[in-house]
Each structure stands twice: as structure tokens, then as C-alpha cells.
């Protein structure tokens, strides 16, 4: 089976991945590799960011690797937080700050259309791909459920009740952003 490093040093997203390609291919995290580096995520684009991760990953192992990179994009706030969701709230702030940031800036807004986009960016022998995938949804105006990361408390999937935070991680993973992206990667590499 091909091995990947999965550039990141977020935990969650390790463990949602692995769910979807547990028996297609194995990874291997930052951690796993003996690399303890945060990635800079200087760009205002999603690409260009995914692109950032795995390229100074790549750079440092000269393995295959892939990262992705993911922001909330709000219609009623003209894409926002979007590239910046992971600092939204401000530089070193928490997932509970930027919630809340957040719902304040869509108090009184009746239109809560978002949409969860998902960049990956896969270096394979050096070579860049590019993947990626959308769960679009609504922002409520309380937070519901523990479980998950993130924005996952205000946001419910289109076609579910439940926020991302209600559900287990295989519920999530039906609607999921990451797992549409990862799911292309995966045929990718299938063919490959
Ligand atoms: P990044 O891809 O690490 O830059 O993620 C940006 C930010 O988006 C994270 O810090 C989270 O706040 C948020 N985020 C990314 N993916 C998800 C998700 O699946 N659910 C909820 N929030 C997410």
C-alpha cells in the first residue's frame, strides 16, 4: 500500500481522514515523521496554502505527501471568515472565540448560507495535484453538540438536523468537505 505524509498538525483531521482511507493507503502524520514544525499559512487563497504545506513538507522529506487546507465561506459576509477561519477571532485565539465572533457577526442576518470548501494539495514524486471538496449548509444561532472541531457547533449540513458537533465521526464523514476532497484524491491515486 502507498504511504502518505499528511502534512498537518491538527488531530481531528488526521483522525477523519484515516476513517476514509483506512485500506486505500496509509499515512503518516508531522508527529509520526519526527517533524515538529507549524506550517505557515501565509496566503489568501486555500490553494496556495494547501499548496504551502505540503510543498515545505515535501522540501524537508522528499516523500509523498498531501495537505489541505479549510475555511467557512458565509454568503451574508461576502466569503468570511473563508481563508482566515483558523483566526478569525485573531491571531493565537480559540475555536470558542471565533464562534462566537462570528455569531455576533451574523446577528440579525437572515440569511445563514455557508459552505465548508476543502483544498488538498498532493505532491506525488514532486509533481502537484489539486482537489477539492464543498458541503454547503446553515449557520444556527446557538451551538449544538461536543463533538468534531471548529465551527462544527453552528453548522448543519444541507439534507441533515443535526450540526457537525451532533453527529459521530462517520455521520460527519457523509456529508463532510474533507472527505469529498480526500474521496478524489483517492480515486487519483487509484489510477496512478
Ligand atoms: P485550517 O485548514 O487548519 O486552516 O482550518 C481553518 C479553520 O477552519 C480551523 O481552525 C477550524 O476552525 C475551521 N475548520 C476547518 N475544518 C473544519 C471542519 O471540518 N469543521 C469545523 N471547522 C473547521
Redesign the pocket.
Known sequence: MRTLIFATN?QNKVNEIRKVTEGKFNIITLKEAGIDIDIP?PHDTLEA?ATEKSTVIYQLTKQDVFS?????EVVALNGEPGVK??RYAGEGRD?QA?VDLLLLNLDGITNRQAQ?RTVVSLLLDGKEYLFEGICTGTIISEQRGRQ?????PV?IPEGSTKT?AEMTMNEKNIF???KKAISKLIDFLAQV
Open positions: 491538527n499559512e496554502n489541505e487546507d479549510t475555511g467557512l477561519s483558523a475555536f471565533n465548508f468534531g472541531f471548529g465551527y462544527d453548522f457537525f463532510s468537505h474533507r
